[in-house]
T-cell receptor, first 115, second 116 residues
Framework: AQTVTQSQPEMSVQEAETVTLSCTYD???????LFWYKQPPSRQMILVIR??????QNATENRFSVNFQKAAKSFSLKISDSQLGDTAMYFC????????????FGAGTRLTVKP | DSGVTQTPKHLITATGQRVTLRCSPR?????VYWYQQSLDQGLQFLIQ???????AKGNILERFSAQQFPDLHSELNLSSLELGDSALYFC???????????????FGEGSWLTVV
């Protein structure tokens, strides 16, 4: 079974600074997808960024970028120029390439952006 | 707005009762997923439907059941409710099948269930 580990239960960062959230996963598959979801206090689950394992280029979405290290099974999220609205719980998730059911989530990292 | 619609947004009910949560997927999405998130917990996968048929089951209790209708909306039925069933229930949808675009799951805003 695939497992997703987020080793940082809580983190904080000053506004306008950069922060990196860690995620590791365990799988025997070679093709899969990785995601970061954001859950603000409203509890809505918002897709932040997606990475296909077969792509070597790291995904980027505006201030959000990932560092995907396939051999190390690591998928970290970097948030640049942190904003107060980035305060949220962040979940890393894994999904099979050929079977998109049962997406596995990590336990989450609670990020607080301080003014 | 993800395009996934869930109703009701909030629900308070007594132990032993039965409730139904409803979900309309994004236009064009064939797969519907149900997740449970208890207070300060991660997301637990409950069940997935694809084009009307059950595709996968996760940690869904026998007291819970779901279905997906021909118009692709889905309902999650929770019966003989217990205090521990209080949680945020998410519905999510995806195009389904293989391919990168099909494998992105979009979440609704969730249905808050409180059992008293």
């Amino acid at each position: 079974a695939q497992t997703v580990t987020q080793s940082q239960p809580e983190m904080s960062v000053q506004e306008a600074e950069t922060v990196t959230l860690s995620c590791t996963y365990d799988t025997s598959e070679s093709n899969y997808y990785l995601f970061w979801y954001k859950q603000p206090p409203s509890r809505q689950m918002i897709l932040v960024i997606r990475q296909e394992a077969y792509k070597q280029q790291n995904a980027t979405e505006n201030r959000f970028s990932v560092n995907f290290q396939k051999a190390a099974k690591s998928f970290s999220l970097k948030i640049s120029d942190s904003q107060l609205g980035d305060t949220a719980m962040y979940f890393c998730a894994f999904m099979h390439y050929y079977n998109n059911n049962d997406m596995r989530f990590g336990a989450g990292t609670r990020l607080t952006v301080k003014p | 707005d993800s395009g996934v619609t869930q109703t009701p947004k909030h629900l308070i009910t007594a132990t032993g009762q039965r409730v139904t949560l409803r979900c309309s997927p994004r236009s064009g999405d064939l797969s519907v997923y149900w997740y449970q998130q208890s207070l300060d917990q991660g997301l637990q996968f409950l069940i997935q439907y694809y084009n009307g048929e059950e595709r996968a089951k996760g940690n869904i209790l026998e007291r819970f059941s779901a279905q997906q209708f021909p118009d692709l909306h889905s309902e999650l039925n929770l019966s003989s409710l217990e205090l521990g069933d209080s949680a945020l229930y998410f519905c999510a949808s995806s195009v389904g099948g293989q391919g990168s675009s099909g494998n992105t799951i979009y979440f609704g805003e969730g249905s808050w269930l409180t059992v008293v």
